[in-house]
C-alpha cells in the first residue's frame, strides 16, 4: 500500500524552528522529485519547495527563501523541510506529495500523484 506520512509540526513561537519529515512507504521515492505544499485556513493549498530525485535541484516559494531548507535522505526513503525563522504567516497544514510532475522555479505550478494526511505548523506567541 502506498503511503506518505508527514511528522514534525507542532506549535512553535516566531523566530523558531522546525523540521518536517516525510517517509514513504510501499512507494520509493529515490527516484522522484517530492515537493512540499501548504494550506492556510481559508486559502488554497500552494506549493512551497520541491527536490529532484538527486537532490541538486532545490527549489522554493518567495515566501520561504532563506528559511526553508528541502532536502532528501535516499537511503531512509526520506524527504525533510527545514524551517526556520518561522512566521504567523507559515501557520498551516503541510503536505508532502510525490511524484511531483516539474520541479522548477514555478514551485506553484506544480502538480502530484500521491499525498500525505498532512501535518500540521502553528506558528504563535
Known amino acids: 500500500q502506498l503511503q506518505l506520512v508527514e511528522s514534525g509540526g507542532g506549535l512553535v513561537q516566531p523566530g523558531g524552528s522546525l523540521r518536517l519529515s516525510c517517509a514513504a512507504s510501499g512507494f520509493t521515492l529515490n527516484n522522484n522529485a517530492v515537493g512540499w505544499f501548504r494550506q492556510a485556513p481559508g486559502k488554497e493549498r500552494e506549493g512551497v519547495s520541491c527536490i529532484s530525485s538527486s537532490g541538486v535541484i532545490r527549489n522554493y516559494d518567495d515566501s520561504v527563501k532563506g528559511r526553508f531548507t528541502i532536502s532528501r535522505d535516499n537511503a531512509k526513503n526520506t524527504v525533510y523541510l527545514q524551517m526556520n525563522s518561522l512566521k504567523p504567516e507559515d501557520t498551516a497544514i503541510y503536505y508532502c506529495?510525490?511524484?511531483?510532475?516539474?520541479?522548477?522555479?514555478?514551485?506553484?505550478?506544480?502538480?502530484?500523484?500521491?499525498w500525505g494526511q498532512g501535518t500540521q505548523v502553528t506558528v504563535s506567541s
Open positions: 506529495a510525490a511524484p511531483v510532475d516539474r520541479c522548477t522555479i514555478y514551485v506553484w505550478a506544480m502538480k502530484a500523484d500521491y
